[in-house]
């Protein structure tokens, strides 16, 4: 992998010039912008995306609540696992950083000395998009915008090959994906057991929501409007 790196006429390396290269016709604040975002910022945003899925799952109160909510507790979980899996990974595949095998490359981020391939970034983004799209369809697409964003960003940076950035799509979906039927069997009987509990149902459902996502009876209704029925009745 690394010895593919080394030639400049490979799609790889001009995939990587070309996309670097808008950072160097870029403003000087869009690059800073780009690095927070590209860093930091689209981290954030797929982790306030999963609690935002979270919310709008327990408001609904759905019949198939804690199946959701299990997978929303898979998606940081998908992420955590994958990265670990890329330890080895990285390990092995042995890729520097592109800036450490090419010259001219506009590096917005600094202090990047570990092994390139696959991008951590790419691969928790994905994962936890994938995770999402188990969980709800419209949240995990708009994450797997979010993850190709990330990976965008990446290059633009001029800290990773675009290869990096589809390894890591790749481990993310592999990971999430492959083993979320495990996941969901080990998590959806735990996040039922919740939810039945008197200390943790808002977790799964909010407070006053019944099984089918309306409106709880509130304790005593039914008794009057029966009593109503049989005075009307006699």
Known sequence: MAGLAESGSNPDVDLLYDINGLAKDAPRWIDRVMEFVGEYGLLLAMVL???????????????????????????????????????????????PRPFRDHQ???????????????????????????????????????????ALLEGFCRVYMGVHYPTDVVGGFALGTAVA??????A?????????????????????RARGRSAVGQDAVIPGARKDVESEERDLAA
């Open 49 to 95: 995306l999963v609690v935002w899925c979270w919310w709008s799952v327990r408001r609904r109160g759905a019949e198939d609540a804690a199946t959701s909510v299990a997978a929303l507790v898979w998606t940081p979980l998908a992420a955590a696992l994958a990265v670990l899996v890329n330890v080895p990974i990285r390990g092995f595949v042995e890729r």
């Open 104 to 146: 001219g490359l506009d590096v917005l981020v600094s202090g990047k000395t570990d092994y390139s391939f696959v991008s951590d970034h790419a691969t928790i983004t994905m994962a936890m998009a994938v995770g999402l799209f188990v969980a709800n369809r419209k949240f995990g697409l708009a994450g797997i915008a979010l």
């Open 177 to 182: 994906l492959l083993l979320s039927p495990l």
């Open 184 to 204: 969901m069997a080990l998590l959806t009987p735990l996040t039922k057991a919740v939810e039945r509990s008197a200390w943790g149902g808002w977790i799964v």
